[in-house]
C-alpha cells in the first residue's frame, strides 16, 4: 500500500509540472486557393503541413471531414489578454480561426501561426512583434494527457482492490495483466541498476514507465480518445527527463560528485592544468536527460510521421493519375499497417529505454565507493 500510495503522488506531481511546462500551439486549419476568375479551385495537397498538422497541438480536436464539413470537438480556451484580463470559452468561438471572437483570434499564417493574438478595432491582428496574450489553454495534447492520467488511476486503483479482495490467490482479469509488467520493472529494472535501495526509486520508475507506455498505445489510435502525439511532444518529454534529472541530482552521494570531479583513473595532465575531463562529466550530467528529452520525443514522432507519408503517398499519385492514387493505396495501407504493427513494439521500447536509463543514472548517482 505504500508502493501505491508513492506512485499516485508521483501521478499528482506529472500532472501538475506537465500542465504549466506544456507550451501550447495550436495549427490545425484549412485554406481556400481563389482562382483568378474568383471562383474555388481544389485545394493543392501539401503533404508537409498534412504531416505536420497531426504531428503537433491543437485548439480542437479533429475527428473527420465530412463533405466539407470538419467535425471537431471544441476544447477549452483559457486566456489572460493584457487588455481584457481572464477569458474562458470554447475553441469553437473562432471556427477553425477563420473568426475571431471577443478581441481575440487564432492565427492562421505568419510568426505567430497556431498561437492566439489580439485583435485590434480596424480588425487586424497585432504587430508581430507585440506582447501575446498568455495562453493556458486545454489544448488536445492536454486533454490526452488527463486521459493518460485517468486510465492510469482507474488501473491501478482496480488492482489494488483485487489484490486486498484476493490475498494470497492467483492474479485474475487486470491484475493478472499488471503484475507481470511491475514485476518486470521491478526485477529487470531497478533491482539490476540501482542496488539495495531500489525501493525508493520504484514508484518512480512504475509512474514514468506505464505513463509513457500508455501514451504511446493511445497515440497509435487513430480516432478519440486515440491519435494525439503526447510522449512525441518534446515539452512532455522534457518534463520526463527534467524529474529524472532531478531526483538524480538531489539523492546523489559524494562518491558522485567525486568522481565528476576528480575522476579516478585518468591521467593528471587530463585535469590539471586544464581541467578537461572535470568539464567534459560536468557536460555530461546535463546531456544524459537531454538524451533521454529527445530520444523518446524523436522515436515517437518518426513513428507518426512515417505513417502519414504513406497516406500521403495515396493523394500524391492521385493527383497524378486516379489509377495510380488506387494502386499506391494498396501499398500505402499494407505497409501503415506494417508500420503500425511495429510502433506496438516500440511504444513498450520507449517506455523500457526511458525506465531503464531512468533507473542506471539513480544506481550511478548512488553507487558506493568499494
Not at 536527460?289 to 530520444?295: A, D, G, T
Not at 516500440?346 to 529505454?353: G, L, N, P, T
Request: charged share 15%; hydrophobic share 50%.
Amino acid at each position: 500500500m505504500q508502493l501505491q500510495t508513492k506512485l499516485y503522488i508521483n501521478l499528482f506531481l506529472i500532472i501538475a509540472l506537465l500542465f504549466f511546462g506544456l507550451n501550447i500551439k495550436a495549427s490545425e486549419h484549412k485554406t481556400d486557393s481563389l482562382s483568378e476568375s474568383g471562383s474555388k479551385n481544389e485545394e493543392t495537397f501539401k503533404p508537409g503541413e498534412f504531416i505536420i498538422n497531426h504531428v503537433i497541438d491543437n485548439h480542437e480536436w479533429h475527428i473527420a471531414e465530412i463533405s466539407g464539413t470538419e467535425i471537431t470537438i471544441p476544447l477549452p480556451i483559457i486566456v489572460y489578454s493584457y487588455k481584457q484580463g481572464l477569458l474562458f470559452f470554447m475553441s469553437s468561438k473562432f471556427e477553425h480561426g477563420e473568426k475571431s471572437y471577443s478581441g481575440l483570434k487564432l492565427e492562421t499564417e505568419g510568426v505567430n501561426k497556431g498561437k492566439i493574438v489580439e485583435v485590434l478595432e480596424d480588425g487586424n491582428t497585432v504587430d508581430e512583434e507585440a506582447k501575446l496574450p498568455l495562453d493556458l489553454s486545454i489544448t488536445k495534447i492536454v486533454s490526452e494527457l488527463f486521459i493518460v492520467i485517468f486510465l492510469m488511476l482507474w488501473i491501478f486503483i482496480s488492482v489494488a482492490k483485487s489484490y486486498k479482495r484476493r490475498q494470497n490467490l492467483a492474479p485474475k482479469g487486470i491484475q493478472s495483466l499488471m503484475e507481470p509488467l511491475i514485476i518486470f520493472v521491478r526485477d529487470d529494472i531497478a533491482r539490476p541498476s540501482i542496488g539495495h535501495t531500489y525501493q525508493k526509486y520504484l514508484p518512480y520508475l512504475l509512474t514514468i514507465f506505464f505513463f509513457i507506455f500508455i501514451s504511446n498505445l493511445l497515440g497509435l489510435i487513430p480516432i478519440f480518445p486515440g491519435g494525439a502525439n503526447l510522449t512525441g511532444n518534446i515539452a512532455v518529454t522534457g518534463i520526463l527527463a527534467l524529474f529524472t534529472f532531478t531526483i538524480t541530482t538531489i539523492n546523489a552521494n559524494a562518491t558522485y560528485w567525486k568522481h565528476i570531479i576528480n575522476a579516478p583513473c585518468v591521467p593528471w595532465w587530463l585535469k590539471i592544468p586544464i581541467p578537461l575531463m572535470p568539464i567534459v562529466e560536468l557536460i555530461g550530467v546535463f546531456t544524459k536527460p537531454f538524451v533521454l528529452m529527445v530520444r523518446l520525443f524523436a522515436n515517437i514522432t518518426a513513428g507518426h510521421i512515417i505513417a502519414l507519408g504513406f497516406f500521403s503517398l495515396i493523394f500524391i499519385f492521385g493527383k497524378m493519375s486516379l489509377g495510380a492514387g488506387y494502386g499506391i493505396s494498396v501499398l500505402s495501407v499494407i505497409f501503415t499497417v506494417f508500420m503500425s504493427m511495429l510502433e506496438l513494439l516500440v511504444a513498450f521500447i520507449q517506455a523500457y529505454v526511458f525506465t531503464l536509463l531512468s533507473a542506471i543514472y539513480f544506481g550511478l548517482a548512488t553507487e558506493e565507493h568499494h
